[in-house]
C-alpha cells in the first residue's frame, strides 16, 4: 500500500494525525508540480476537519489555508470569529460572513457590517446588492 492508499484509509476511518502526516509530506501550496498542489489543498481540507484551527490560523501567508478556515469558521456558525478576522484584514472572512448573512436573511446586517468594515470594499458591496436583494 503506498502513501496516497494509506493516507485516503485514514481519512476514511478520521484517523486525522496518520492522514495529515502523510498527505503533508507529499503537499505544496506553490508548486509546479499540479499534484503537489491538490494534495497541499487535501491538507488544508484535512486540517480543518480535524478541527485544528491554530494549524490553519498559524498559515496567515497562505491562501489556501486562509480560505480554508474561513470556511470552516461559517459551517461551524462562527461568525463572530469571522468577523474578528474581517476586522483584522482578512477580506475572504468579510466576504464569508456576508454571504452568511444574506443567505439567512439578514440583508440589512449584511449592509451594516459592510458599511463598518469594508465601507470602500466594492466586492463586499456587490454582494450584499446581488445576494442580499435578490
Known sequence: MDWLERAR????LQDWDVAIALVSAHAECFSDDPDMHDNHLWHMDLLARAERIPELERALTDNHARRRLNRSLRERGMEAALRDRAEAGDRGALYVLVRLMCETGRAQEAQKVVQDIGPEDQYARQIV??????
Open 9 to 12: 484509509a485514514a481519512e476514511q
Open 129 to 134: 446588492a446581488r445576494d442580499c436583494w435578490a
